[in-house]
C-alpha cells in the first residue's frame, strides 16, 4: 500500500502475462524511439516513414504525434512552459505503456526542454529509450513552413513560438542525430534507414 501524488491506499496489481510474453509473441523488444526538434524539421515524415518502414518488416509500431495528441489527450494543454512540460510527461507516460506492451512506440514531438525528455527517458527501461535528433536549421525549417506558422510567427501573430521567441534546447547526448549532409537534408527512407540500423544493431527487431 502506497501514496503516489495526490492518490493515498493505492496498490500495484501484477498479472501473469508480462513482458516478455509479449515480446515473444511480437518477436520484438518495447522500446520508444522519441524525436524531437523544431517545427518543421522533419520529425512527422520521419515518424511516419519509420513506422511504414516496421510494417513492412512485420514489425508493430505506433506513432504518438505532438500535433495529433493535442486533439484528444492534450487538448487542454496550450503552449506554456509549465502546458509543454506536463504535454511531453504525458506522452511519455503513454510511450512506457506502449513499450511495455512491447511494441516500438514513435513519439514525434518538438519537446522543447532537455529535463522533461530526460525525464521520460528515466521512467523507461534502460537502452529502451532512443532520443532521436533532428538537427535541421532554422532557417531551413523556416523556408518549409508547411503551415504558415513561422510566418505568423515572425509577424507577431504566434507568441512564444519554438526558435523565434521560445527556446529550443538541443539533445547533448542523444542515441541518433539526423542532420543535413553538405548542406543537403536526407531523404525519409534514408532517415528511417538510420533509425532502422539502430534499431536492428540493438537487438529491438527480435524477441
Ligand atoms: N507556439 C508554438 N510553438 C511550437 N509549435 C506550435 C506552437 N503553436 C502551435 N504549434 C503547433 O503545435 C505543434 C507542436 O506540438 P508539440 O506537442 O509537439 O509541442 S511541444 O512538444 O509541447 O512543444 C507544431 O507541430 P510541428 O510543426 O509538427 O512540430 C505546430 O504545428
Ligand atoms: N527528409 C526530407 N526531405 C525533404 N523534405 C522533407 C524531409 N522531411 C520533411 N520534409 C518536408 O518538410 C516539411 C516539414 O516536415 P514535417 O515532417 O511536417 O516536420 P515536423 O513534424 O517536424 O513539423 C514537410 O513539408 C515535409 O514534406
Not at 515518424?47 to 492534450?74: F, M, Q
Not at 527501461?125 to 532554422?138: D, K, R
Request: one cysteine or more.
Amino acid at each position: 500500500m502506497s501514496a503516489v501524488g495526490k492518490s493515498t491506499n493505492i496498490f500495484w496489481q501484477e498479472c501473469s502475462v508480462g513482458k516478455l510474453d509479449r515480446q515473444k509473441l511480437l518477436k520484438q523488444k518495447g522500446c520508444v524511439v522519441w524525436i524531437t526538434g523544431l517545427s518543421g524539421s522533419g520529425k512527422s515524415t520521419l515518424a511516419c516513414t519509420l513506422d511504414r518502414e516496421l510494417h513492412s518488416r512485420s514489425k508493430l509500431a505506433y506513432v504518438l504525434d505532438g500535433d495529433n495528441l493535442r486533439h484528444g489527450l492534450n487538448k487542454d494543454l496550450g503552449f506554456s512552459t509549465e502546458d509543454r512540460t506536463e504535454n511531453i510527461r504525458r506522452v511519455g507516460e503513454v510511450a512506457k505503456l506502449f513499450a511495455d506492451a512491447g511494441l516500438i512506440c514513435i513519439a514525434s514531438l518538438i519537446s522543447p526542454y532537455r529535463k522533461d525528455r530526460d525525464s521520460c527517458r528515466g521512467i523507461l527501461p534502460e537502452s529502451s529509450f532512443i532520443e532521436v535528433f533532428m538537427n535541421m536549421p532554422l532557417e531551413l525549417c523556416e523556408a518549409r513552413d508547411p503551415k504558415g506558422l513561422y510566418k505568423l510567427a515572425r509577424a507577431g501573430k504566434i507568441k512564444g513560438f519554438t526558435g523565434i521567441d521560445d527556446p529550443y534546447e538541443p539533445p547533448l547526448n542523444c542515441e541518433i542525430e539526423i542532420k543535413q549532409q553538405n548542406g543537403v537534408c536526407p531523404s525519409p527512407n534514408a532517415m528511417a534507414g538510420q533509425v532502422v540500423g539502430y534499431l536492428e544493431d540493438k537487438g529491438f527487431l527480435h524477441e
